[in-house]
């Protein structure tokens, strides 16, 4: 098949969705479909060419920064004009959109001039996230604003996929009627069988006998993390030598490091900013004597599947997409958000090596569940069925709709 996907985000912008596309792309491309990724440009200096692939086909688009998130781009309307043409002139089986900017218009656009099908991947829940972007907004406007806009997104492609059962029941709350599949991105296992935390360890002069927790998320307030440094506060009472590895980038990086300094957590916590997905930041997870988690907002949480796979403990909250993950993981301890619960059950992890070995060896097990094998299978049977659900277009018909 020929397969384009959309995105407002990829590469070097570090996130959930930039992970999911690549994912996507890779093993489709794997099982000898033909996959072309159109993309933000990040501009000189940003090392996206560290993340082109050969696998696949990845063009970007000049975009410019956004005032209130300058971590992403928007792309620039001239060239969704410029592309245009060249794109509609291409034959596709499915367009597929990942997010709902001007990659979703593009996407709709082209839908248009080309008669083929769309999807589109709900990867945000964006009513729990545009409240921490624009504060100065009253909240239950955003909260309208962004139900209403998912509504009307929604309704505007052929087939939704959304990452957990969780977040379809938000949808069909929202009064969302198009056809969805719940199908979560998985992860590709063979890239999780490395990783070394001695190595990491000793680079960074952690003690092997030192108890060490171990978070990897984009620093934002909607992912929770001053929730674990409370956390971590707590727990060095009891554990002195407590270290906490937060590996990850984001805008509430300075706020965090304020907040550690505050708790008197100077010597137990570090930041690592974003870590090489192949390399140190597969050490950085074995490091970890526990990977503790608590975002309330993931459609799917990736980070503790990867946890999984690397056979690492996890202690972590249950609440939309990670309830999915870890409903029966036995590699997990689930707490409620709730700070003297959260550590009590990292305590009584730290304490017994016995309750460590145990949920480490059942998380690569847990994990095979997540397994993109099985799970990109069921995509691209969507996609065929989609695409012969409306036929391509006769030739004529199709270039005219193109010249109009």
Known sequence: MNILMLSDVYFPRVNGVSTSIRTFAQSLARMGHSVTVVAPDYGPGSGQEQHDSDEFELIRLASRVIFFDPEDRLIRAPELRRIMPALAARHWDVIHVHTPFRAHRMG???AELTGRPTVETYHTYFEEYIGHYLPWAPAPLLRFVARRLSRMLCHGVD???VPSEQMAEVLRRYGV???ATVLP????????????GTRFR???DIAAD???LVTVSRLAVEKNI???LQTARRLVAEFPRLMFII???GPDAPRLKRLAHEYGLDANVRFFGNLDRRTTLLDAYRAGDAFVFASPTETQGLVLIEAMALGVPIVSTAVMGTATVLRDARSALISDEDVDAFAGHVARLLRSPELRAQLSQAGPQDARAWSTEGLMTQVVALYQRLAQERPLPRRGAQAAAQQG
């Open 108 to 110: 709709v656009r082209l």
């Open 159 to 161: 087939h939704l996929i």
């Open 177 to 179: 009627t198009t056809a």
């Open 185 to 196: 991105t998985g992860i590709d296992l063979s890239e999780f069988a490395r990783g070394d």
């Open 202 to 204: 000793i680079a960074h």
């Open 210 to 212: 030192r108890p060490t």
């Open 226 to 228: 001053a929730f674990l």
């Open 247 to 249: 590996a990850g980038e």
